[in-house]
């Protein structure tokens, strides 16, 4: 009897430290999982500064797409597709960390990387730093109800040139967000910016140069 005693007493102790074990590993891959979804200031700050420059260019595009004769139609309506679902993972990301989709006007996450920047990057911090909405290339207020209101080749040609400085506003942040963001989902959608709009931005050049033979319309 004191021998089954014995015996259920040690099964008890093995159980609870089998137990015991369980739970720490349980609650470190709890820990650990957190970890992996908890994002940096470069995260939080890249996805709100980019969701505010995808929303300009998802309104420019759809500016292109009301049904005025153009012949960017494609060319638009594929920045408007592929920004949106973009758009809507970041926004997602924001949701998920608590964070609000405010853009940080004075873009300090990018002075928080492992190096300092370089000269050209500090110039585009400060230049961020002096624009109206706390970032380069967006277009103003006057320039989208000009693109509303032109027609024909003028459109196709401000239109252009607008997504131009708009995209080359864009790529520093996303460069270095693919660099220096924490999580690896933040990295691999700034490197996938980084190509796209490289890709656009050549294009858009070659488009630009072939609009070039048509005489541009008078200044009204």
């Given at each position: ?61 759809q500016i292109m797409l009301d049904g005025k004769p153009t012949g960017l139609h494609a060319f638009a309506r594929n920045i408007a597709s592929t920004q949106l679902v973009e758009l809507g993972e970041m926004r997602g990301w924001l949701k998920l960390w608590g ?122």
């Open positions: 009897m004191r021998a089954q005693r014995t015996l259920i007493a040690a099964l008890v102790l093995i159980a609870a430290a089998v137990f015991s074990y369980s739970q720490g590993k349980s609650l470190s891959h709890a820990r650990a999982s957190l970890a992996a979804v908890t994002p940096s200031v470069i995260d939080v700050g890249f996805s709100q500064s980019m969701l505010l420059h995808h929303q300009q260019a998802i309104a420019m595009s964070e609000e989709e405010h853009h940080q006007a004075d873009m300090v996450w990018m002075l928080l990387g492992s190096a300092p920047l370089d000269a050209s990057m500090r110039k585009y911090v400060m230049d961020c730093r002096n624009a109206d909405r706390g970032m380069i290339g967006l277009a103003t207020a006057n320039e989208l109800n000009e693109l509303r209101q032109s027609e024909g080749l003028k459109r196709d040609r401000q239109f252009i040139e607008l997504m131009l400085k708009h995209h080359r506003g864009g790529v520093p942040m996303a460069r270095f967000a693919a660099s220096e963001a924490k999580l690896n989902a933040v990295r691999t959608m700034a490197s996938l910016i980084v190509m796209e709009q490289s890709q656009e931005i050549q294009h858009m050049q070659n488009l630009l140069a072939a609009l070039q033979t048509y005489p541009a319309p008078p200044k009204e």
